[in-house]
Structures are given as C-alpha cells and as structure tokens.
C-alpha cells in the first residue's frame, strides 16, 4: 500500500516551518480531478531539518494556526533522508488539498487563539465579580498581586489544586484517547497561547509580577483549550470542565487569577466592582 506524503502550508500557500517560499497550489478542474501544481525550485544538496523540500506522512504532527494541508510527491521518489515522520527532497511539488486531514479540534484551537484571546479585555474589570471568588483589592496591580499571592502560597499545590486535578485528567485521556499527534498538537498549543497573551500584562504590572500574571494566564488558557477545544469530543467529568471555564471567566471580566485552594478562586483587581446580583 502506498503511504500518501503531505506539506503543510500556512492559510496563503506559504511555508509554514521556516522560510517564506510561495508554493504553486493545486487546483480542481472541471472534469472534477486535481491537477497539480508546478515543482518547485531545485535545492542543492538537501539536507533534513536544514534545507530542502520537507514532506511528512503525519500533517497533525507540524500544527500552525490556518494550516492547510496538501498531498505531494517529491523527486526523486526516494526521499534523499528520513527522520521519524517526515523526508526531505531536492524538490517536490502539490497534487491535491485535503482540508479533512485538520481534525475539529484543531479548527476549534485555531478560533480560541485568533478570536477569544484577542478579544479578552485584560486589566480593564468590565465584569462583575463573582461571590464565589476571594476578590483581594489593592491599589495597584503589583500590590493586588502581591497580596493574593500571599493568601494562597503553597496550598495552591498538588492535591489542594483542581486546576492540577483537571490537568492531570485531560491530559491522561487525551494521550490515551488520541494519540500521538494529538499530544503534538497540545505542545504546539501552548507555545502558541503563550505567544498570544505575552504582552497583555504590559503596563500594568512591572516586569516581575508581569511574567507570573503572563504565565497564569497562558496556563489558564491552555487548560480551557486542552478540555474544550481539544478535548471536546472527550469524556471528561463536567466538573473539571466547569473548572476549566471558571478559571478563564475571571481573564474574561477582565480581573486576574492567581489560583485555586480546593476549587476556590483566587482573584484581584485594583477597584471595587459591583458584585453579581447587586443592584
């Protein structure tokens, strides 16, 4: 049986893993087949991981956000070298597009890190605090942090933490349920989301404080992306997924999260918002 190669490519035919070369795409005919694109240039020499033409036989292996993924042949047919899933080639060029080889939950990824994360109103407390939360105010950023931090401490650890609890459940059924390219996706995730939120803490926190908010909420992001965008077709008990969506609420009204003790959220904000149900 022969095994298809793939490339994949960002959203606009670009490489998607390093260099920006234009790839000539495939098309659908009328007769209904695709014909195929040009080969691309020659490169001398190819050498795996550091220049040439790359294919791989497993496209969730090398996620990006707006990935497209194409089959295609190289030439020779014999790959020049073969590491794990993927050859390198002197050229290649792209027979057809499968957009079915990029799973759901990659699709659901992609819109949390291009649309909810964008759209979630750091530091600006536009929503109501919950009773349910330990809300620490303080003047400043720093001195709420600061504070709550100090609350907290170690008995956010281990066993007192259902953010731990949740995490180590996720990510026990996904390995088990999905596979290996699904844990490569998640690894790719995170980098990506803590890319995406890197910058939020500027100007409110000084560089200390800010890194720690930076880094809790990227892990806040990436539990609520582990369970409900990877993991949304997953048994999972409903309460480590409550828990998951009650820890990005608080980035979400616009306040900051330092932790849980035993399931109870830890929050801060530098005023006094009306609480939920007053008038």
């Known amino acids: 049986m022969t095994v298809l190669s793939y490339k994949v490519l960002a959203k606009d035919g670009t490489s998607a893993h390093g260099g920006q070369y234009q790839y000539t795409l495939p098309h659908f005919t009328d007769d209904g ?4 694109g040009t080969w ?20 969730m292996q090398w996620p990006v956000v707006g990935m497209r993924v194409f089959s ?7 790959p020049v070298d073969t590491r794990e899933n993927k050859s390198v080639y002197p050229r290649v060029r792209l027979l057809a597009e499968h957009p079915d080889m990029v799973p759901e939950y990659w699709h659901n990824v992609e819109r949390f890190i291009t649309e909810d994360i964008p ?17 620490i105010v ?34 026990g059924t996904r390995d088990s349920t999905m596979g290996e390219s699904y844990s490569v996706a998640w690894e ?22 800010g890194f720690e908010v930076s880094w809790a909420a990227s892990q806040d992001a990436a539990l609520f992306t582990r369970i409900q965008c ?21 980035w979400q009204a616009g306040y900051g999260l330092i932790g849980d003790v035993n399931g109870i959220l830890y929050t801060y904000g530098t005023n006094e918002p009306t609480k939920e149900g007053d008038a």
């Open 72 to 78: 295609a042949e190289g030439d020779p047919a014999t």
């Open 138 to 171: 303080r003047p400043t950023w720093n001195e709420a942090w600061r504070t709550a931090f100090a609350a907290t401490g170690s008995r956010m650890e281990g066993k007192n933490s259902a953010w731990a609890r949740a995490s180590d459940v996720s990510l």
């Open 40 to 59: 691309t240039d020659e490169i001398d020499d190819p050498i795996i991981c550091r220049r040439g033409y790359h294919l791989t036989v497993d496209p």
């Open 33 to 36: 087949d695709w014909k195929p």
């Open 119 to 135: 759209a979630v109103p750091w530091f600006q407390q536009i929503g109501t605090v919950n009773p349910a939360w330990v809300h």
């Open 230 to 250: 990877l993991g949304y077709d997953i048994k999972i008990d409903e309460r480590h997924r409550q828990h998951a969506r009650d820890r990005w609420a608080v």
């Open 188 to 209: 790719k995730v995170t980098g990506m989301i803590q890319a995406a939120i890197g910058v939020a803490w500027d100007g409110h926190l000084d560089s200390s404080s």
